[in-house]
């Protein structure tokens, strides 16, 4: 996969860490509970999701996603994708935090 580089000003990147915040504790402010509970009802092989062209799709939805500014701009494009891709984005949001919580684990001594 290409490397991309994304250019984000404070206002974005303070937005983007207050999301990812507030996902750790459970407040997941970017979707609807019930698009999240519709997401995770069907079974979804982690092999499908990772597939090189899923992958490139996930990129695309996540860097649109990025260059909204605000949290009500952000919601709007989520909202704005059909079904398919609004499941794509909330299973990559996600993966995302589950990564970004394990990479924040202390490892035993």
Known sequence: MSKVEVYLDEQQINN???ILTQSEHGIH?????SLIAEVFKHDYPEEK???VENIKEVQEDILKLLQCKTLSEKQ???NS???EEKHRIVRAYFYIIENNLRSN???PH
Request: hydrophobic residues 45%; proline residues 0%.
């Open 105 to 107: 684990q202390k490892l």
């Open 16 to 18: 983007l860490k207050s």
């Open 81 to 83: 994708l059909d079904e």
């Open 49 to 51: 999701f990772f597939e």
């Open 76 to 78: 709007d494009y989520i």
């Open 29 to 33: 402010v970017l979707f609807e509970n």
